[in-house]
Every structure is written in structure tokens, then in C-alpha cells.
């Protein structure tokens, strides 16, 4: 059982452990307070340190409230050096905080910072057309048998230089981050070369860099076999095998392979997660978007951190995903732009399992970039409460990046935050058409509004 490094109580007696950066190291809330009252003392004020009063509304989604979102109102929360020291009703806020730069909320919601943990984020061109030719009548399936869909995308980006997938794609996180979304999963798959693969993954790391928002890597060479190779899978998966993964395992923390019709298949992809295990690439899926293929089942299989999704589902799979600890992404805007049912959200989410939500961002079947949009459909057309949604968005997108630190706020966590305009979290689903974030913080710094 984990115990606090420092004051030897479990996590059952203290209710929430930090986890350390080294195993079997572990601190307690209480203890972590202690040390960071010590540390504020000894130093002056630095970029990261922040306080917020006058909080309206506070969703911490702490474990062990109250409710799923564990809300508190009329609250405030200290930052130092980018985390979060202190959390509670203002009323109680210890005098050492109040000295912190900072600003009054006004009665505003606050919620963590948006995790989206499923994006296609860098890429070269747009399919306006191929959205019309969907619109009357072709299936997503007749368009990629037709050579579009990402055939084309990939033919687009792999004449386009670094420059300009940088840009482009830095236009598209600036606004993911201007409406509340402080981290980010990006996938390759757009390149279906090695050295196209390669550039997506440098790109998606600089945009890490260049903005105020953390990137996490995701090889997706198995999205669909290259058209050169479309007469010799074989040999695209020995590419993969053989070349792709070694130059782009060091710049992905995870592998993801597209497992439905017109891709790739069950015995496929798990050949293809077998060999990104042995560079040490975490697996995650994209299962039965088109039919009953056989994905959520080899998620199970693999232990992916992820299965995503899940358009097609039955009750049977979801139990099978819950006991494996695979978190379900659902991704209702591309099943909108699809025009097809939507994930079982509330089957998923009855079933035990743990769901986030994305935008899955792509220029084919999901060109949106705010996961403001993201909550209202998941709402409105995949049954979730406002709750689960906003809990999905924010610590259910962590989970399926494995981030113990992001999606709740609470002592020890990511000082990443969205200031609503906004008096209630029912705001977000409430008016889909609007951008609500007043402000976004950043480990503890403005870094919007």
C-alpha cells in the first residue's frame, strides 16, 4: 500500500497522495501544504505564483467529494512555481496567499484547464469538398475508396515544408488554448514515410515549445497503408516495423493504430502495438468508429491506455474495457460531421468505465478545435450530464494521457485553469456557440486574457 514518503500515512488515512517523480515515492496533501508554506517563505515571488479570489464556482473534481465534480463555492485557489499549494472557500484563505499576484475572479467559474487527448493537430490542406460530396450521399468509406479522405490529406502534407505545417498548426493550437485547452495530444499518421512522419512529431513537440501548452507525442503510422504500398501490405508493415518506429519512437510517448474497415486489421494492429512496445511506445486505438471490427476487444487484449471512439459498442465490450482499465475517448463531433449515432456515452459511463472527450481535430471529419463544443455535443447528443462531460474533458482527458497532475485542482496538482465569463460550469454546454474562457492559466501563469 502507498504511504507518504514524509509523514508514513496511507492514502486511505490522508485521503489523496501526490505521486513523487521517482517510484514508491509519494506525498501526502497535508504534508505537501507544509512544504510549500516553507518554500514560499524562503522565496520571493516568480513567474507560476498566482491566487484567485472571488471564485463563484470552483471544480476542483477532487476525489472523494461530495459530488463528481467536488464544487466549491465562493472559493479561491494559491499557485506557486506552477502548482497548485492551496484550494478552499476564500473565507479561509491563509494570509501568506493573499500576498500573491493575482486578480479577482468577480464571482466567475473556474474549472481546470480542457485536456484533449485526441487531435490530428498538424497537417497540410483542407477536404471542404469531400465534407459536400458526404452531405450528398457518399459514405466516409466510398470517399477513401476513391482515393480521398486521408489519402489526400496525406498527399497535401507531404508536399508541404516544416514551415508551414508549423504555422498552420500553431494557428490551430493558439485557438484550442484561447478556448480553455492548456493540453494536448497530437498524432502523426499524415505521412505514412518515414521521413513525413518524423517532421509531424518534430512539429507537434515545437508546438510544446513556442506555446503555453503541453504537447503529448503520438505515433500514428498505421493510420491507413500508404497508396504505394496499397497492393503490398506486407511491406507496409515491415516499413513500420523496420523503419518507421525506430526514427519516430524517440519523439512519441505512445503508439495508435487505426484498427476498422479500409485500415488496418485486428491481427495488424496488434502486430503493429507489439513492435511499438518493444521501443517502448505506450498502445492506444482507434476502435469501431465503422462497424463491430474487433477493436475494443484487442484493446482489451493489449491493455491500450485508450480506446477511441467507440461509435459501434456493446454492453459485453464496455465491460470488457472496463476490467482492463482502458479509457474510452469519444469524440462526438466526428460522429456529427459523420452524421452517424454517437458513441454509447451513457452505456460507457454506467458501465464503469472511464470516459474523456476530444475534438479529434482533423481537416476530414472533425475540423473543431474547442472542447467548449466538445462538452455541449456530448450533452446534447450523446447523453452524458453536464457534469460527466465537463469531468470527461477535464480529469477523464488526464487519464487517457496518463497525467496524474492534470484535470482537477487540488494541493499538488497542474496550475492549469479556465476562467469562465461565466457564473456556472451549465454555461459551457449551455451556449455551445460561445468561446466562455475570460482567462487561461497556465502553470499558474495568464497566459490568455
Known sequence: MARCSFCGRSAEEAGHLVSGPRPNVAICGECLELASQVAAEATDFIGGDLVLTGVGELVTNAPGGDDLLAVVRAAAVAIRRGRVTWVGPEADLPARY?????????????????????????????????????????????VLAAGGGIAATVAATRAAGPDDLLRTAMERAGRMLAAGTTTVEVKSGYGLEVATEVRLLEVALELGRRLPLDVVATFLGAHIVAAEYRSDREGYLRLIEEEMLPACAPLAAYCDVFCDRGAFTVDEARRVLSAAGRHRLRPRLHANQLGQTGGAELAAEVGAVSADHLDHLTAEQAELLRRAGCVAVLLPAASLSLRVPQAPGRLLWEAGVTVALATDCNPGTSYVESMQLVVALACLEMGLTPEEAIWSATRGGALALEDGAKGWVGIGAAGDLVVLDADSYLHVPYRPGANLAWRVIKDGDVVVG
Open 98 to 142: 493573499r500576498e500573491l499576484p493575482g486578480f479577482d475572479c468577480e464571482g466567475r467559474a473556474v474549472l481546470p484547464g480542457f485536456v484533449d487527448a485526441h487531435t490530428h493537430l498538424v497537417f497540410a490542406g483542407e477536404r471542404a469538398a469531400e465534407f459536400g460530396r458526404r452531405l450528398r450521399g457518399e459514405s466516409y468509406e466510398q
